[in-house]
Structure formats: C-alpha cells, structure tokens
C-alpha cells in the first residue's frame, strides 16, 4: 500500500479541518472523528450498543440512510427524492452503482431543498443488493467518515464517486477502524474474547464479532482486531484456483470428456 499520508489529497483535508500542523494526518483525521464522537456520547450520558451510538451520531450529523435492497428501491428512491423531494441527483444514482468496473457501495448526498436544521440534510443511500450486503455495517460508518470529513458543512454537497484506490476513499475506510468499532465496545468485546491469547485467532475475531458487532461482516472485523493486536500479523487470502498454464490446458477441450482437477489453494488476487 503506497503511504497515504503523503498524498496531497490528505493533507489537504486536514488543512480543511483545521489539522494542518498534524505530523501524520493519518492518525489525526480518524482522532479528530473519535473526539467529537466520544463528545456526542458524552452529551448523550453514554450508550450501550453499536446501533445506539450510530443513532446519536447520525442525528448529531442531520444524516439519515436509505438502503437499496433491490433494484426496484431505485424506483422508490427516486420517486421518493428526485420526483417528491425535487432532489434530482437521486435519480442518476443506479448507474454509479452498477458500474461493474469501479462499484460503488454508498453515496451520501447534502440536500439542497430543505432546512438547514432538518433532521434528514444528509441523505446516505447505501448498497445492499447481493455480495455488497456483507459490507453494509462498513459502508454506513465509510459514509459516516464522509459526513465526518469531505461532507462536513463547508463541503461539497454532491457525492463523488471516486475510485476505491483514491487516497480520500481510502482514508475514509480508515475512519471507521476508529469510529465504528467504537472503542469503548471494541475493547470490551476484544478483551472478552481474546483473552489474553497472545497471537490472533478466528475464533477470537468470530466471538468480537458475535459479542460486540453483529451487523458488522468477519472481514471488517478481522481488520479491526488486526489494528489492536500488538503482534506482528500477515493477512492473507486464498481460494481454489488454477496456475496460468493449467488454466489455458483446461479451457482446450478434452478428446475425452473428463473434467478437469479442482483447482489448488492459492492466494487470492
Ligand atoms: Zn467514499
């Protein structure tokens, strides 16, 4: 991975936000997030659950969701925003998300026909037709990161629909690693099911996930627990797959019809 705190684009955003004279913008932007959070449950007198910390947050940031589960909710989104509420930016919306070649899992939109105070200025719409379901808890909190950040009040009103390789796209997967396995539950469920093991285990990511953040995927958890664990740790993915020349041997037809041999276990792409 290239080091993201060197690209412009991050420190330009801690500039906006007022970290312009932090050594790692990095570290500074999830931080400034996780303060303004830990102030928010503070006002709140504290909160207990995962989903209860994303209510106060949310309503704190004017910010509602509206998920897609189906291809028809597009229909309803746009009838319900672009037709009913004059915000015609959601009816363009299903091509950004169906585009097979840079998918898009969220988009956060800031209303232009409605109060400033509204309770629903910020409108996220999430992704959750088939495999993008798995990353719903994480895209929710990538566009918390968002409202958090590159939607703050001075931001831009529009979604941007930038690469997931964007230094900004992957600062935001950052926040939530901060924010959204919120410490003060991560540490709990972390503590409670690792421990004091020395090394990571599944089960010890399984058992975070059941004990603390059940709408959240293995995956971001894994990544969660990866950051908090003080050993060394290598993440690497496999499937079934073939090498380069079996794969060409296997799509010449055999003169006798037998099927080819499963693949072996590789490292993913
Ligand atoms: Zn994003």
Known sequence: MSRLEHASEVA?????????GAANPV????????????RWVADAGGVTTIGELEAVVTQRLQMVFVEVRSDADFDRITNDYARGKKEFVFAAMRGKFDDAENPTFGALVKRKHVGEDAPDRFVAVIDCRGGKLARRFFTRWHEIAHR????????????????????????????????????????????????????LTFGTVEAV????????????TLNACAKRIPTPLVYLEATLAYKKEERRRNQTPSLFGDTPPPGELRPSK
């Open 12 to 20: 330009g955003l801690a500039a906006e936000l007022g970290l312009g």
């Open 148 to 199: 958090l950040t590159t939607h703050a009040d001075q931001g831009a009103t529009e979604p941007a629909y930038r690469s997931e390789h964007d230094p900004l796209e992957r600062l935001m997967d950052e926040i939530p690693r901060h924010v959204g396995f919120y410490g003060p539950f991560f540490d709990l469920a972390f503590d409670a099911a690792h421990g004091g093991k020395t090394l």
């Open 27 to 38: 570290d500074a932007i999830p931080r400034h997030c996780r303060t303004r959070i830990d």
């Open 209 to 220: 996930r059941t004990g603390g953040f059940p709408e959240a995927s293995f995956q971001a």
